[in-house]
């Protein structure tokens, strides 16, 4: 087979809130080599430094700054700060270091990832790039749901079905598991791993590494079956 066609899917990767590429990065490696090995996982950080660290925050006691947010908002997510220009900021990353074939997020990082292939969709986001081919989603949520309002230009993020194949994890323990299972109504086809730990990237048991794998050889099938189209 030819080299380029049997390439791994790249994945653009977004950290969690008040947490770093290389922290999340850290965090991956709680699953199987076997799993990580079949993507090209390229981890950045978020455009703006954290607002008043993380004190008292697991990160801080793991990790040495810097530490880095995506975009800001108000305690109860209801208004939001720097959003346009984290969407450019992302959009500029993957013109300067892509193409890329899919997204994937933790936490805040999640809620972009999960926004992004609608905003694109409607055109207000990442014009100028690929299309995002698929989607992982981990301890993730939805713009405009029950308990995050949208920022203006995502409000139109989920407004039609999904289409792109997505993963998602949710954890027993997470306090972000309503907002996860409500943001699967979004997607055409989520495939779902359950797991019972917290907020966290969790460890992958058997069934779980199954799962991923299963969405990975399916993604590649994507990945590959559109560059050997472009190529005809």
């Given at each position: 087979?030819?080299?380029?066609?049997?390439?791994?899917?790249?994945?653009?990767c977004f950290h969690g809130f008040r947490t770093?590429?290389?922290?999340?990065?850290?965090?991956?490696?709680?699953?199987?080599?076997?799993?990580?090995?079949?993507?090209?996982?390229?981890?950045?950080?978020?455009?703006?430094?954290?607002?008043?660290?993380?004190?008292?925050?697991v990160a801080e006691e793991l990790f040495d700054?810097?530490?880095?947010?995506?975009?800001?908002?108000?305690?109860?997510?209801?208004?939001?700060?720097?959003?346009?220009?984290?969407?450019?900021?992302?959009?500029?990353?993957?013109?300067?270091?892509?193409?890329?074939?899919?997204?994937?997020?933790?936490?805040?990082?999640?809620?972009?990832?999960?926004?992004?292939?609608?905003?694109?969709?409607?055109?207000?986001?990442?014009?100028?790039?690929?299309?995002?081919?698929?989607?992982?989603?981990?301890?993730?949520?939805?713009?405009?749901?029950?308990?995050?309002?949208?920022?203006?230009?995502?409000?139109?993020?989920?407004?039609?079905?999904?289409?792109?194949?997505?993963?998602?994890?949710?954890g027993e323990k997470d306090r972000a598991k309503?907002?996860?299972?409500?943001?699967?109504?979004?997607?055409?086809?989520?495939?779902?791993?359950?797991?019972?730990?917290?907020?966290?990237?969790?460890?992958?048991?058997?069934?779980?590494?199954?799962?991923?794998?299963?969405?990975?050889?399916?993604?590649?099938?994507?990945?590959?079956?559109?560059?050997?189209?472009?190529?005809?």
């Amino acid at each position: 087979m030819d080299q380029q066609l049997a390439r791994k899917p790249r994945v653009l990767c977004f950290h969690g809130f008040r947490t770093s590429g290389k922290i999340f990065e850290k965090q991956t490696e709680v699953w199987p080599e076997f799993v990580r090995e079949k993507m090209d996982l390229v981890f950045i950080d978020a455009p703006f430094p954290a607002e008043g660290g993380s004190k008292g925050g697991v990160a801080e006691e793991l990790f040495d700054p810097p530490l880095y947010e995506w975009f800001q908002a108000n305690k109860d997510f209801s208004e939001y700060r720097n959003f346009d220009e984290c969407i450019a900021f992302v959009e500029d990353r993957m013109t300067r270091i892509g193409p890329f074939d899919g997204l994937m997020g933790f936490s805040q990082g999640a809620f972009l990832s999960a926004a992004l292939p609608g905003m694109q969709a409607e055109g207000v986001a990442l014009t100028n790039v690929p299309k995002i081919k698929f989607v992982i989603v981990i301890s993730g949520g939805k713009f405009g749901g029950s308990n995050f309002s949208s920022p203006k230009l995502a409000q139109n993020a989920f407004s039609s079905p999904i289409e792109c194949p997505s993963l998602h994890f949710l954890g027993e323990k997470d306090r972000a598991k309503p907002n996860g299972i409500e943001l699967l109504d979004s997607f055409v086809d989520p495939l779902v791993i359950r797991h019972p730990e917290g907020h966290v990237v969790p460890k992958l048991d058997e069934k779980g590494s199954e799962t991923m794998i299963k969405f990975i050889d399916k993604i590649n099938d994507i990945v590959c079956c559109r560059k050997e189209i472009s190529r005809l």
